[in-house]
C-alpha cells in the first residue's frame, strides 16, 4: 500500500497566492475522481469571541479550519492520514517555517524520511527579493530532516509578479528544490467572474454561462494541470 501523502502549501509571506493554488489542486483532484482532504490553517485568534476564518472555505465548504500550532490541530491532520490517500494543507501566512519546526517535533519529518509518509511541499515565492531568503532555509531542513521529500518553486504571475530573475541572489534560491511550478496569469475577467461566484473551479465551468470566460478558465486550468501531472504522476 502506497503511504499517505501530504501535499502542503505555504509561504513566509502573505499575497503570493497560496489559496489560489490550493483551489487548483482541489480541482484537479476532483477532475480525476480521486479522494483528497483538505485543510487551511487561517486561523484568527485575536479575541475569543472572534470566530475562525479562512478564505479556502469560501470556495470550499468541506475543508476544516484547524491550528497547528496546537496539539489539538496536530492530532485532528497528523493521526488520521491513513483515512484518506492525500491531504493538502494550506498554511497560513508566515507560517511555513515554524510549520516544519512543529512536523520535526513531532516526529513526521522522521516519519518522512523512513518512507511511512509522502510529502510535497508547494513553496508559493514572492515577489521580492525577500522572499528569496526563505527558500534556501526551508530546503535545507527538508533536505537535512526529511529524505525524500519533495520541495517545488511556485511562481505564481496571476498579479504581473516579476521574481528578479537577474538577481544573482534570487537566480540561486530559484536553483534550490525539485524543480519549479509556474501559475500563469488567468484573464482579468475571467478571474474576476469566478472570485465572485465564490465556488470551486469545477462547479463554475459546469454552471457557467458565458462560453468565452469559460474558455479561458479551461484553458489556464489546463496549463496548471499538466505542471501537476508531471509533478504528482498521478496517472489517470
Not at 502506497?2 to 509571506?13: L, N, R
Not at 527579493?129 to 504571475?157: M, P
Amino acid at each position: 500500500m502506497a503511504p499517505p501523502h501530504v501535499i502542503i502549501i505555504g509561504a513566509d509571506k502573505g499575497g503570493v497566492g497560496k489559496t489560489l493554488l490550493s483551489r487548483t489542486l482541489l480541482t484537479y483532484f476532483h477532475t480525476k475522481g480521486l479522494p483528497i482532504r483538505p485543510f487551511d490553517t487561517e486561523i484568527y485568534e485575536v479575541r475569543a469571541s472572534d470566530r475562525p476564518k479562512g478564505v479556502l472555505t469560501r470556495f470550499h465548504p468541506e475543508t476544516e479550519l484547524i491550528n497547528l500550532t496546537k496539539s489539538q490541530g496536530q492530532v485532528t491532520v497528523f493521526d488520521s492520514l491513513k483515512n484518506v490517500p492525500t491531504t493538502l494543507i494550506d498554511i497560513r501566512a508566515g507560517l511555513l517555517t515554524p510549520t516544519l519546526d512543529v512536523l520535526e517535533d513531532i516526529g513526521f519529518l522522521e516519519a518522512t524520511a523512513a518512507g511511512r509518509i509522502r510529502l510535497t511541499l508547494l513553496h508559493v515565492i514572492g515577489s521580492s527579493v525577500a522572499s528569496f531568503a526563505e527558500i534556501a532555509q526551508v530546503n535545507r531542513i527538508l533536505k537535512t530532516d526529511a529524505a525524500g521529500a519533495k520541495h517545488y518553486l511556485v511562481l505564481n504571475h496571476m498579479n504581473d509578479s516579476s521574481f528578479f530573475e537577474w538577481n544573482d541572489k534570487a537566480k540561486d534560491a530559484l536553483a534550490l528544490g525539485d524543480g519549479h511550478l509556474t501559475i500563469p496569469q488567468l484573464d482579468a475577467l475571467a478571474a474576476e467572474h469566478v472570485e465572485s461566484m465564490g465556488v470551486p473551479f469545477q462547479t463554475y465551468l459546469l454552471s457557467n454561462d458565458s462560453m468565452v470566460l469559460g474558455g479561458k478558465v479551461r484553458g489556464w486550468l489546463k496549463q496548471v494541470f499538466v505542471q501537476y501531472d508531471e509533478m504528482l504522476k498521478l496517472g489517470g
